[in-house]
């Protein structure tokens, strides 16, 4: 069987499967979850198209250039909601929704129902672990869950569209919004972001608990340089193909019906002034029916910047000289709806007058906003499924929170575990400390959605309710302040550090919680160090030397750079940001009530120079050699590799993947075969291994990766049990596209790995004819 693939017609069989071990399938019956795994990309639905057009020809101008419109809640008035305002974003006020929602289906002339979108990333009132944390357990039904939960919740206030799944691939670190994706590898981002878009939308997103999804950010966002958020980005098309658009694709052909446009610019082309990506490729390649939203402003800052005056609202790119000829960019671009900035309802009628838009175009972008309304239900059903005030009861249910805490637990990667720290005993004493040890805020991530510090718990309070009496101290105290501050990262002073000490003394373990603030991850949240922040590795130190057996529990948005660290903690345990159960899903692992199979997403590297430094790197002429000087190294660090590769977890148990086999010597290039290993549990407890399966091509037309993660399955196994698992592969495996964009197969060897990781080294070939 093939494996998590990221096409529709192989990844629903396996949400299928997943579903069912769940107990999520019924017998007889069609959850919407369920119906949602057959391939159902909706295409022209002559019955919508119809009521589309009837729709479109009653419309004036202005309410065409109306329904263009997006508005942050703040921007909306009730007389901008008569005159017809397409969509709202960043409203959860169940009460708010239903008035403005009134207003629309009464007060306008034509009773177009609003599309109300938000941020559901990771959650909406149930948080999540953080999208970056979620890639890390290999595990698609992870994903699944936390939009299933989320789209439900948002769904109840009158929600219909989500601004997700984020499938934006990084190889920067430093980039605040690492956090929000599934790290480095574009097939992992587009297993678990098709994952994702089955969640929110289900078979049918007119079903009462499901939202339109919007893929982004189209494209290339994930690269900007130096890891400044909003920054340039400058590739060639194989990169962009091969790295960059796969998980947009995936999540498209996963039925996504809208999708976001970035900030930045690829190559000086903004993406949402983007032809290429946008007509060419989305709407042109890929046969994209639903609508593009601009991002926050991003119309407008296609705008040069007036040479003295810069407070003339958002502006920069310079790919345009003013507002107008923004607005004519970006609609002729693709854009179909506008966010936050008004420059296409502004200056529409005058850009139609002068032929500089077409009518056609303005009709496209509003006949694809109005069929999503259609598709969405939101004709028949305006409102939220229940009144705003039974809303808060639909929240935080305890399927929802159950689910948060086997994801949070499910995320988690144990970095290492000298000597068998881990997992501590809860009958013994145990100490908990740190700067996030008594911490609900930082828990819940840089996108907690609508979600409330009060609703999470704390890992003092999770140990505490697995080994009571459990003592804490803090250490220190890191910042949520936002730069410039004297002390942005906090944890500047060791004057808790004597507290802390005698707290770990005083005990006969220590579970001690260091990381990053939630603030210091998301959007602009870019770091210039990916170091433990303030004098965290100092406070690691002086607990280490009480001698007391210590596990460090990170909470952390991004790979940080460890090489101060690995050596004072025997046991790291990555946690991310777990969400609301952070504390008992910590407490779960480290007691070893579940046992971490979590992976690496992304490469942690051992000091920020080594970024960017990633697994599927291509090779070069003069490979990284230590021992070497005319060769492709640093010369002060004595070593080519991570300190944690991409794919690296550990367990309590332990692993063998054998036996790699190929099912043919040979394939042609539109033929298949099978690759087959076999993993055996060879410790003592049970435990998950994800098996992984990369690909090489040595010889091609243009460099190509060393390693291409190409499958993966996490399997759980007893003591002393195996099983075999098996990958299928086919050209859209060992293709690849070219730098005129051409999907390429050519002749000749590739090299298939297979084991636990990216440093796996069993090794088989076959030949493509
Ligand atoms: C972010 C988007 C987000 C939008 C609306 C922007 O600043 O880049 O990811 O969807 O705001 O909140």
Redesign the pocket.
């Known amino acids: 069987m093939r494996r998590f693939r990221f096409r529709a017609s192989v990844i629903l069989p396996v949400l299928a499967l997943v579903l069912a071990a769940a107990g999520g399938v019924v017998a007889g019956t069609q959850s919407s979850d369920e119906r949602s795994l057959q391939p159902v990309r909706q295409g022209a639905d002559r019955g919508v198209e119809r009521r589309v057009n009837d729709l479109l020809s009653k419309m004036t101008l202005q309410e065409k250039l109306e329904q263009i419109q997006l508005l942050?809640d703040f921007m909306v008035t009730e007389d901008e909601v008569r005159r017809g305002l397409g969509s709202v974003?960043?409203v959860t006020d169940p009460a708010r929704i239903r008035e403005l929602q009134r207003i629309a289906v009464e007060e306008s002339r034509l009773k177009i129902p609003i599309l109300f979108?938000?941020?559901t990333?990771h959650g909406f009132r149930t948080i999540f672990p953080i999208p970056l944390g979620a890639g890390a357990s290999f595990d698609p039904r992870v994903a699944f869950d936390d939009h299933r939960y989320g789209a439900r919740e948002s769904a109840v206030v009158g929600l219909k569209q989500t601004?997700?799944p984020?499938v934006d691939v990084s190889h920067e670190p430093r980039w605040g919004?690492i956090a929000?994706a599934a790290g480095e590898d574009p097939y992992l981002n587009s297993v678990l972001g098709a994952a994702r878009v089955k969640a929110i939308q289900g078979a049918d997103y007119s079903a009462r608990d499901k939202l339109v999804a919007?893929p982004?950010?189209l494209v290339a966002?994930g690269q900007p340089e130096s890891g400044r958020?909003y920054n340039t980005t400058d590739m060639s098309t194989q990169r962009l193909r091969n790295l960059y658009l796969p998980p947009f694709k995936a999540a498209i052909d996963a039925g996504a019906d809208t999708a976001?446009c970035?900030?930045n610019a690829i190559n000086g082309v903004p993406g949402c002034g983007n032809d290429e990506t946008m007509n060419g490729i989305l709407k042109g390649e890929w046969g994209f029916d639903g609508f593009v939203e601009s991002?926050?402003?991003?119309v407008a800052e296609l705008r040069a910047c007036p040479p003295r005056n810069p407070d003339t609202g958002p502006c920069g790119h310079g790919v345009a000289a003013d507002g107008p000829d923004a607005a004519a960019l970006a609609l002729n671009a693709g854009v179909d709806s506008e966010?936050?900035s008004t420059l296409i309802r502004d200056f529409g009628a005058r850009l139609l007058a002068q032929g500089r838009i077409s009518m056609r175009r303005i009709d496209d972008a509003v006949r694809r906003i109005l069929r999503v309304k259609f598709r969405a239900g939101l004709f028949e059903h305006p409102y939220a499924p229940v009144a705003p005030e039974r809303a808060e009861a639909e929240m935080l249910k305890p399927d929802a929170v159950a689910a948060a805490r086997r994801a949070a637990g499910r995320s988690m990667v144990l970095l290492q575990n000298a000597g068998g720290v881990l997992p501590l005993d809860p009958a013994r004493k145990t100490a908990v400390i740190g700067p996030l040890a008594d911490d609900q805020h930082d828990m819940l991530g840089p996108w907690w959605g609508a979600g409330r510090d009060a609703d999470a718990v704390s890992v003092l309070d999770g140990i505490r309710q697995q080994s009571p009496g459990a003592t804490y101290a803090q250490g220190c105290k890191l910042s949520n302040a936002e730069p410039p501050t004297t002390d942005p990262e906090g944890c500047g002073s060791d004057a808790g550090f004597a507290e802390a000490v005698a707290t770990a003394r005083a005990a006969d373990q220590v579970v001690l919680a260091l990381g990053e603030t939630r603030e210091m991850s998301g959007?602009?949240a870019a770091r210039s160090t990916l170091d433990l922040p303030g004098r965290q590795e100092e406070l690691l130190r002086a607990i280490r030397a009480t001698g007391k057996p210590v596990a460090v529990v990170l909470f952390n948005g991004r790979p940080l750079a460890l090489e101060n660290v690995v050596d004072d903690a025997p046991a790291i345990l990555e946690a991310w940001f777990p969400g609301v159960q952070a504390g008992p899903a910590v407490a779960d692992v480290v007691f070893g009530k579940v046992n971490p199979g979590g992976k690496l997403p992304v490469s942690f590297p051992r000091r920020l120079g080594q970024v960017p430094i990633y697994y599927n790197h291509e090779p070069t002429g003069r490979p990284c050699d230590p021992e070497q000087k005319y060769v492709s190294r640093h010369r002060d660090i004595p070593s080519c590799s991570p300190l944690f590769e991409f794919g690296h977890g550990l367990s309590y148990t332990t692993f063998e993947v054998s036996d790699l086999r190929l099912s043919a010597a040979t394939v042609s290039r539109n033929g298949s075969l099978r690759a087959s290993v076999t993993v055996t549990n060879t410790g003592r407890r049970r435990g998950d291994e994800v098996v992984q399966l990369y690909l090489h091509d040595p010889v091609a037309s243009i460099s190509q990766p060393v390693r291409r993660l190409r499958g993966f399955e996490r399997v759980a196994l007893d003591p002393g049990a195996s099983r075999a698992v098996t990958f299928t592969l086919d050209k859209s495996d060992f293709g690849f596209y070219d730098n005129r964009g051409r999907f390429v197969v050519e002749p000749g060897r590739i090299d298939v790995y297979a084991g636990d990781s990216s440093s796996a080294t069993m090794t088989r070939s076959f030949t493509v004819r």
């Open positions: 942050p974003l960043s979108a938000f941020d990333i601004y997700a984020m919004r929000e919007s982004k950010h966002y958020d976001m970035s900030f991002d926050w402003t991003a966010m936050t959007e602009a």
